[in-house]
Nanobody, 126 residues
Framework: QVQLVESGGGLVQAGGSLTLSCAASGGTIRPYAMGWFRQAPGKEREFVASISWTGVDTYYGNSVKGRFTISRVNAKNTVYLRMNSLNSEDTAVYYC???????????????????WGQGTQVTVSS
């Protein structure tokens, strides 16, 4: 059974940058699309970004478009999220997830993801 472990979170000042990593073990991410979601206190989980298994196609939530970049290195079984121009609204727990091959709906729907990491906290101070 695949396990996803996020890392790279922390405290950063507004306007700063962070890069999150999601390392998979117990299975390969190669045939799967992968995604990042986040959840702030008192709010619903929000789609951040996703990437096709080839890395060619990427999708972003409106609130992060132009500031965040998702990428992957299949040989390292790792997915990344580069976050630039961070602001206080980006404060949340960030989760990595593997998209089910059986799901044909939107990349932004969390129902379509079958394995999730434990999350990493990102806090942006203003």
């Amino acid at each position: 059974q695949v396990q996803l472990v996020e890392s790279g979170g922390g405290l950063v000042q507004a306007g700063g940058s962070l890069t999150l990593s999601c390392a998979a073990s117990g299975g390969t991410i190669r045939p799967y699309a992968m995604g990042w979601f986040r959840q702030a206190p008192g709010k619903e989980r929000e789609f951040v970004a996703s990437i096709s298994w080839t890395g060619v196609d990427t999708y972003y939530g409106n609130s992060v478009k132009g500031r965040f970049t998702i990428s992957r290195v299949n040989a390292k079984n790792t997915v990344y999220l580069r976050m630039n121009s961070l602001n206080s609204e980006d404060t949340a727990v960030y989760y990595c997830a593997r998209r089910s091959v059986l799901y044909s709906g939107s990349y932004s729907t969390d129902d379509g993801y079958d394995y999730w990491g434990q999350g990493t906290q990102v806090t942006v101070s203003s």
